[in-house]
T-cell receptor
Framework: AQSVTQLDSHVSVSEGTPVLLRCNYS??????LFWYVQHPNKGLQLLLK??????LVKGINGFEAEFKKSETSFHLTKPSAHMSDAAEYFC???????????FGTGTRLTVIP | EAQVTQNPRYLITVTGKKLTVTCSQN?????MSWYRQDPGLGLRQIYY???????DKGDVPEGYKVSRKEKRNFPLILESPSPNQTSLYFC??????????????FGPGTRLTVL
């Protein structure tokens, strides 16, 4: 069975400081993992994805995530937060061979000027 | 412009009055899906479709129906809406269901209120 746990429902950072959004997953096999971002009153947009290639994945807008199988984690990071990063972020897992995605409950990122 | 469109964007209705939310994509995607988003629960999949005339249940299919008669359209039907179906609904599509091309493109959302 697959599931996704986003460890923080809300993260607040100051502009220019690093961002860390945590995600742990459980999966029976090798999963595909994604981070999606949802800006206020908008649909979701793919930030980055891991599909069994390089474990460090770079996405758009300076975000990256590292797949750590031993820790079953896929944390999202960015070296320096920008005001435009304020949004809700979803960690998502798809098990190999499955046709559907499982979403985490989301982490709301607030960026303080 | 490549996009997923949903209509209506906002809908207030009453219990038991049948409604349809339309979803259309212009990217020739095989895979389409419906999600509902509720506070504290993230997105949960309602139904998905691998291709024309192929649909399957997601995690929360009760109270919903879908059809896929054309590749571009995937309407969501609530035959007898109830207040617990008040939610924000998203349609999504992707080129292929499996790796590596399983990036999903989301519509703008439909906010449904059932009184």
């Amino acid at each position: 069975a697959q599931s996704v746990t986003q460890l923080d429902s809300h993260v607040s950072v100051s502009e220019g400081t690093p961002v860390l959004l945590r995600c742990n997953y459980s999966s029976s096999y090798s999963p595909s993992l994604f981070w999606y971002v949802q800006h206020p009153n908008k649909g979701l947009q793919l930030l980055l994805k891991y599909t069994s290639a390089a474990t460090l994945v770079k996405g758009i807008n300076g975000f990256e995530a590292e797949f750590k199988k031993s820790e079953t984690s896929f944390h999202l990071t960015k070296p320096s937060a920008h005001m435009s990063d304020a949004a809700e972020y979803f960690c998502v897992v798809r098990e190999t061979g499955a046709n559907n995605l499982f979403f985490g409950t989301g982490t709301r990122l607030t960026v303080i000027p | 412009e490549a996009q997923v469109t949903q209509n209506p964007r906002y809908l207030i209705t009453v219990t038991g009055k049948k409604l349809t939310v339309t979803c259309s994509q212009n990217m020739n995607h095989e895979y389409m899906s419906w999600y509902r988003q509720d506070p504290g629960l993230g997105l949960r999949q309602i139904y998905y479709s691998m291709n024309v005339e192929v649909t399957d249940k997601g995690d929360v299919p009760e109270g919903y129906k879908v059809s896929r008669k054309e590749k571009r359209n995937f309407p969501l039907i609530l035959e007898s809406p109830s207040p617990n179906q008040t939610s924000l609904y998203f349609c999504a599509s992707s080129l292929l269901a499996g790796p590596p091309a399983d990036t999903q493109y989301f519509g703008p959302g439909t906010r449904l209120t059932v009184l």
